[in-house]
């Protein structure tokens, strides 16, 4: 396929970039005439130490390297500081929500009254509040999925950091993730910070609460870093800094507002990965043929609408599988015939 004149598309798309992006700014006389002065020397010395029958040849690849020189201080001057503005890129974007949400983003577009939609994004420097029935989901750019639970205020910032002014937020920022910086919450009490985990900050009128699920995570404050560890709950406030066990802790609320898992045309494996991030649970097969067959079943239809906890009824029962769930562990056998566990 060709553009416009026979040129390929990517010359089109070339071409209108360049025009966007407009002539590039002639760099400061002053600036220039160093370089073209110091890169002229150069070529003085250089020719005047090479062997005469050589000068040609080298005055003539010099004057590039010195036409080329200018060229990069130029592009140079324009690509540091002075390029043509591009829209950010989005910071994240409204995956799921119910009740009260008010969305204040950088631009002030949405600070009119009128809900978020599913599927709007988010710039640096936008705010999301929740009411008292109010709670959302995100993704941000990198992946990590936030979730905003009632009564919460937090402004999303690039990095990617977060500040918490009230309220509770989820975070999950996977296993193993490939990120180039780590997630960053800001509060009055402290600074979290993430190293690959699933954690909850929480504020109340005295304290941060850091409850850590997985991995591990750390809060940060008066110079000193405080770890916490999967299963740990750091409580910050003006008394210091207490690490205590995370005996019981509700995440209802956060499989309440964990996103679909998207199942149809993925595997059953891909589906029991998602299942045992979002509730912890740790799978067990009763015949290993299952597992070993459970990369190559194929799953159709939606679980839209069903929190993750509840989804093996609908989805394992397709497979000709049947769960029992014990102690954290959820057990995965066969059906037979009569559709009763064999």
Not at 8 to 17: F, K, M, T
Not at 186 to 201: A, H, M, S, Y
Not at 240 to 269: C, H, N, Y
Not at 304 to 315: F, H, N, Q, S, W
Request: charged residues 25%; glycine residues 10%.
């Amino acid at each position: 396929m060709t553009g416009a004149a026979g040129r390929p598309p990517e010359d089109d798309s070339i071409a209108r970039l360049l025009e966007q992006a407009g002539p590039r700014p002639i760099p400061p006389e002053e600036r220039a005439g160093r370089v073209r002065e110091t890169v002229r020397a150069h070529w003085r010395t250089e020719v005047g130490a090479a062997p005469r029958r050589r000068t040609p040849i080298w005055a003539a690849a010099s004057l590039a390297a010195a036409a080329a020189v200018v060229a990069a201080v130029t592009w140079g001057l324009w690509s540091h500081g002075q390029r043509p503005s591009v829209a950010e890129a989005p910071i994240a974007v409204l995956l799921k929500s119910e009740g009260s949400i008010r969305l204040v983003d950088a631009a002030q577009v949405h600070d009119d009254g009128a809900p978020p939609r599913i599927g709007d994004a988010l710039q640096a420097g936008s705010t999301i509040e929740s009411g008292a029935d109010g709670r959302a989901a995100l993704s941000l750019a990198d992946g990590t999925s936030l979730r905003i639970d009632s009564g919460t205020r937090v402004r999303l910032l690039s990095g990617p950091t977060l500040d918490l002014e009230q309220g509770a937020i989820y975070l999950d920022s996977g296993r193993g993730q490939n990120r180039r910086a780590f997630l960053e919450v800001r509060t009055k009490w402290g600074v979290v910070r993430d190293i690959g985990t699933q954690f909850e900050v929480r504020l109340t009128d005295d304290a941060v609460w850091l409850s850590v699920r997985e991995g591990l995570a750390t809060l940060a404050r008066s110079g000193r870093s405080f770890a916490a560890p999967a299963g740990t709950r750091l409580v910050a406030g003006a008394t210091g800094v207490e690490s205590r066990a995370l005996e019981g802790p509700d995440w209802s609320w956060v499989l309440a507002m964990a996103p679909s898992f998207q199942m149809e045309g993925r595997t059953l494996a891909d589906y029991l990965d998602w299942l045992s991030r979002e509730t912890g649970w740790r799978v067990e097969f009763a015949d290993p043929a299952i597992a070993r067959e459970s990369s190559t079943i194929v799953l159709h239809g939606s679980v839209a609408g069903i929190r993750p906890d509840e989804t093996p009824a609908a989805v394992l029962p397709t497979c000709g599988l049947q769960h029992r769930l014990s102690d954290g562990t959820l057990h995965i056998e066969r059906l037979d015939g009569a559709g009763r566990p064999r």
